[in-house]
């Protein structure tokens, strides 16, 4: 069973910039239960977002949403089973709960079968 922990929320002024982390527990990482790890986000009233995700196998394929691209950018220690979000130049309406996610599957369809709790990001103005 994987269990995903995630931190580093909090809250910071508009240009300002947060680093998530995602820490993975339980068996993970090997060829047939982790090939994918993800970023969404929701705030309240809207529906869940796919923000950027990173396949687990150090080719460095990426994939970012529009609304994010060329500010934030997606990275993995593989040695500390940790996947990060490094997130600049926020704005108001990136203010939402971040959870992270993984699953055995490609990244491409942006279908996750374990979730982490949430961590809270609010930008303000």
């Known amino acids: 069973q994987v269990r995903l922990v995630e931190s580093g929320g909090g809250s910071v002024q508009a240009g300002g910039s947060l680093r998530l982390s995602c820490a993975a527990f339980g068996y993970i990482y090997s060829t047939y239960s982790i090939y994918c790890m993800g970023w969404f986000r929701q705030a309240p009233g809207k529906e869940r977002e796919g923000v950027a995700a990173i396949y687990t196998d150090n080719s460095g394929r990426t994939y970012y949403a529009d609304s994010v691209k060329g500010r934030f950018n997606i990275s993995q220690d593989n040695a500390k089973n940790t996947v990060y979000l490094q997130m600049n130049s926020l704005k108001p309406e990136d203010t939402a709960m971040y959870y992270c996610?993984?699953?055995?599957?490609?990244?491409?369809?942006?279908?996750?079968?374990?979730w982490g709790q949430g961590t809270q990001v609010t930008v303000s103005s």
């Open positions: 996610a993984a699953d055995p599957r490609p990244c491409a369809g942006w279908d996750f079968g374990y």
